[in-house]
């Protein structure tokens, strides 16, 4: 079992900059590809950005491109979003997911476990 626990959300004006985390506690991290999904209200969850279990490899949404930033660190269990020029259109929940037969990345079926969400609001 592998538990996720999200933080660094919140309240952002349009330009700005926000750092999620993504924290794992239980089985050894190292060995699940990450991802990252959002979900606006009265939307489907949708796809951000995975990275490998390595994080030799990574993968974003056209949406996010350019924008955001995906990383981990394996010695701290944690896997990062970095989200740069943010727009009112990223406003969502945010979800962290870790997955061991993630192919594409892209399709919630592909995670074995998630994350309680943390919000992210772009406002002026």
């Known amino acids: 079992q592998v538990q996720l626990v999200e933080s660094g959300g919140g309240l952002v004006q349009p330009g700005g900059s926000l750092r999620l985390s993504c924290t794992a506690s239980?089985?050894?991290?190292?060995?699940?590809?990450g991802g990252w999904f959002r979900q606006a209200p009265g939307k489907e969850r949708e796809f951000v950005a995975v990275?490998?279990?390595?994080?030799?490899?990574?993968y974003y949404a056209d949406s996010v491109k350019g924008r955001f930033t995906i990383s981990r660190d394996n010695a701290k269990n944690t896997v990062y979003l970095q989200m740069d020029s943010l727009k009112l259109e990223d406003t969502a929940v945010y979800f962290c997911?870790?997955?061991?037969?993630?192919?594409?990345?892209?399709?919630?079926?592909?995670?074995?476990?998630w994350g309680q969400g943390t919000q992210v609001t772009v406002s002026s």
């Open positions: 997911a870790a997955g061991l037969g993630v192919v594409g990345g892209a399709s919630v079926d592909e995670y074995d476990y």
């Open positions: 239980g089985r050894t991290f190292n060995n699940y590809a």
């Open positions: 990275i490998s279990w390595s994080g030799g490899s990574t």
